[in-house]
């Protein structure tokens, strides 16, 4: 069945007042649209009143980013949201989320120095602005958020402790191809040769984790190998390559602590992140 579609913050909080009435859980799955297979893992896992949000945040884009052309899908997302078990869908417009005379942005300090948060300056006080107004609109009991953006869901849960939102947040495993490439909204725009090669970026996360196994503890050597391996890969431009603490984001001397390694990498024009947790 489809889900219905609201595009007022009055509408959608009578349908969640109205579910939370009749007892139900709310559920909350914030997404940009251009769903995909990883956002039905998401909505799939989420249970209850199941409420998936579609809008595209301008404030989490930089002036050179590619907002004016991020894929707008509604239909499709609608009916993969009815297939995977969606209630409701809060497709807002800019003018819903941003009155024109709104000042207040939400800043996460620290977490957001290193990795998208230094390649992408203002990118997390977007989405963390846009996620806790979108937390107070839905007041969800759970969010479901992806692991593929890891220092997104780091920063969004150290958000919710710092703030105390009365919100659980649960992050989802990456779900991935059969290559193992990290589903994306943006790997719709990758050339036939570049997702011939895309896989590679997960492989040599996954030959970083083989060298950390294999006793390598010195974050830089790691970190150096895995931009030489990304950068063999035809076409790939390196954004970053690092291995940091897992739940700080900061840059590491030895792994002896839970460490993650998270990557972005340009094919062409395509920006693609991934990550794996090394220990
Ligand atoms: O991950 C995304 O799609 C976005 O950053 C989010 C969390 C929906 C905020 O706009």
Redesign the pocket.
Known sequence: MLPPIVTTIADVRAAVDAARAAQKPIAFV???GALHEGHAALVRAARGFVVVSI?V?PT?FGPKEDFAKYPRTIEADQKLCGEAGASLIFAPGVEEMYPTNSVTFVDVAKLGDHLCGAARPGHFRG?CT??LKLFNIVRPDVAH?GAK?YQ?ARIIAQMVRDLNVPVEVRVEPTIREADGLALSSRNRYLSADERAVAPRIYQMLQATRVRAAAGEIDAARLESALAADLATIPGARVDYARVVDAETLQPLARLDRPAVAAVAVFLGTTRLIDNLVLA
């Open positions: 914030p997404t940009m809008f945040n989490q989405v846009v996620v958020f953006d997104q």
